[in-house]
């Protein structure tokens, strides 16, 4: 490892709060990774959480391992070329365990760069003997895992809290003998080994048949902690080198019950579990205690939480400032606006997804104009000086009055933010956050095709173009073939491993694997599916059934499309 690369991690440890050191003898060593940078990685609450409930456990030591920046990467490749955890510097095939927590399907090219730079095999059955076992979780993993499965020894399908005990117990007591390690593994719910399974394609190019091996359950379900008061998801280390570094994030549960037909969180996460007050109320007075500022609170839609208004008056009475990531339009309320102006919020977040009511309907974000024009009144009162906007171009039953009505909404918004009030400082700007949809497995939506880049980016102008000539309000975009990548990897069967093999062989270069590929990227994104077709996530349970799926997808198609000159 060069000097400049221990000097840069030792200033990121020097620079942390909660870093855990164990000490290596006789315990089995298990290297965390995230396959994202630093940064990414440390904003990420899941992966904080198993990093505790992993080095709570007393014969294991956990460390954390990241994808080196890209300047860093370099540096590897000229000495001894491999990623090494943040805590002691050891190399990924010094542990016994090596376990991939994966939240964005973009990051699977960096898993197999990760591996590929260890030196450990990227598929299990080139693997030797004393390779450490490499282990997939995350939302990826109970969404879709197929494109990355074949690298996996196993996939953990759920929440991990209580699994990661389970697994250690299984490894601490077949170590030795791998293949009766993964038959024990392959028993447990919720983990899922994929060699155990053989896919069997049709001749029209879709999934045939899954076969199970031997005694491993035909079906994978979904491990869901039933409990949520019995574990504290709160970030276990501190750090200024991170997005939220500046503040302790806290979940408040897990779930939601809006069921917006485009989201797999709403899915995915079911049935919604809220923490109690009391759980709560302990953990707030803990993070106040350590000497933290300010608390964020974190879950899949928070203004929901059923005693918020208690929670806001605990959380203040603390002395904590307070923080939520994105708040749903229709459940601010005046105190929730007031709370969050208090605690020194300078940006609010909603995301009403679409530009029309109708289309709102159709995705079932049925929030209405006037919902989010209160929303800016709101702000305005309070003195916030940001807004922020989610919308999303490219969505099922979409029309060209839909797109355009994006533009004509921020105006009607930005009149509302924008009026004069003696008492409060000038607003500041409108952000118009514009992503591209994705059909995600487990979604009402999961049969839709996705609309392509070339339509997205057409969409895309259109809204630029309306915007330009309001003042105060920027438009943020991602660019629509990273969108394109995403469908693929979301919705590919386990035959486009191969194309991530290629793009890691290609230092991650994914448009030039997409040229070279053989495989057909468009019968995994912009193909639409029938709904009797077997998908290739159709051997999983997450709860979800599939005809309450098929029915929500017929209401959506069902909405009229939206009248010329209206909205
Ligand atoms: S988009 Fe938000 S409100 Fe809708 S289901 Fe997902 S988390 Fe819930």
């Known amino acids: 490892m060069s000097w400049r690369l221990k000097k840069k991690f030792q200033g990121l440890l020097a620079a942390e709060r909660g870093t855990i050191r164990k000490d290596w003898g006789g315990k089995i060593a298990f290297a965390l990774v995230y396959p994202n940078t630093y940064a990414v990685g440390m904003s990420n609450l899941g992966f904080q959480t198993i990093y505790r409930h992993l080095n709570a456990l007393p014969d294991v030591v956990c460390e954390r391992v990241f994808l080196p920046d890209p300047e860093d990467l370099a540096d590897l490749g000229r000495t001894e070329g ?75 399908v759920g929440e991990g809290e209580e699994l990661v005990a389970e697994l250690i117990a299984a490894y601490r007591e077949r170590a030795d003998d791998r293949e009766r390690l993964l038959d024990a593994l392959a028993a447990l719910e919720g983990v899922y080994v994929p060699s155990r399974y053989e896919i069997v394609y049709a001749p029209d190019g879709t999934v045939g048949d899954v076969l199970p091996q031997g005694a491993t359950p035909a079906i994978v379900t979904k491990r869901r902690l039933r409990n949520v008061n019995a574990f504290e998801t709160v970030d276990a280390v501190k750090t200024p ?23 797999l ?38 203004s929901d939480y059923p005693w918020i208004g208690e929670l806001l008056k605990i959380v203040e009475d603390t002395g904590l400032e307070l923080s939520i ?9 005046d105190d929730l606006v007031a709370a969050l102006a208090r605690g020194g919020h300078r940006t609010l977040t909603v995301a009403p997804e679409a530009g029309t009511e109708r289309l709102r309907r159709a995705i079932r974000k049925a929030i209405t ?67 591209s949809f994705v059909p995600k497995p487990w979604t009402p939506f999961q049969w839709a095709p996705f609309a392509g880049a070339e339509a997205l980016q057409t969409k895309l102008e259109i809204v630029k173009r309306g915007a330009r000539r309001l003042h105060n309000v920027r438009v943020l975009h991602e660019n629509p073939r990273e969108a394109a990548l995403q469908a693929l990897l979301a919705r590919g069967d386990r035959r486009v491993a191969d194309f991530l093999e290629l793009a890691a062989s290609f230092d991650g ?59």
């Open 241 to 263: 080198n991170a997005e939220y570094g500046h503040m302790a994030l806290l979940e408040v549960g897990k779930g939601c019950s809006r069921g917006c037909r485009f989201c």
């Open 509 to 567: 270069d994914w448009r030039r694997a997409l040229r070279e590929w053989k495989g057909d990227a468009d019968f995994c994104t912009t193909r639409a599916r029938s709904t009797d077709e077997r998908l290739p996530w159709d051997h999983f349970d997450v709860g979800v059934k599939k005809a309450g799926l098929i029915r929500e997808w017929e209401r959506a198609r069902a909405e009229p499309p939206v009248a010329v000159g209206a909205a």
């Open 325 to 333: 990531s994105s708040i749903r339009a229709d459940s601010l309320t």
């Open 82 to 156: 491999v990623p090494i955890s943040l805590e002691s510097f050891r190399r990924l095939t010094d542990f016994h365990m090596v376990g991939f927590s994966v939240t964005y399907e973009g990051d699977y090219v960096n898993v197999l760069r990760l591996l590929a730079l260890a030196g450990i095999p990227l598929r299990p059955e080139d693997r030797r003997p004393n390779d450490p076992l490499v282990l997939m979780g995350g939302v990826c993993a109970f969404s879709n895992p197929e494109p990355v499965a074949p690298f996996m020894d196993v996939v953990v």
């Open 369 to 435: 104009d006037e919902q989010i024009l209160v929303a800016c009144d709101l702000v305005r009162a309070h003195g916030i000086p940001n807004l922020k906007t989610y919308f999303m171009i490219g969505q099922p039953t979409e029309t060209l009055e839909d797109v355009e009505a994006i533009p004509r909404l921020a105006e009607r918004m930005l009149e509302r933010l924008s009026v004069p009030d003696p008492n409060a400082k000038p607003f500041g700007r409108l952000t118009l956050s514009i992503s």
């Open 265 to 302: 969180e709403g899915q995915v996460y079911r049935p919604v579990r809220h923490r109690s007050l009391d759980a709560l109320r302990e953990t707030v007075a803990r993070v106040a205690a350590s000497g933290e500022r300010r608390v964020g609170l974190v879950g899949a839609c928070v």
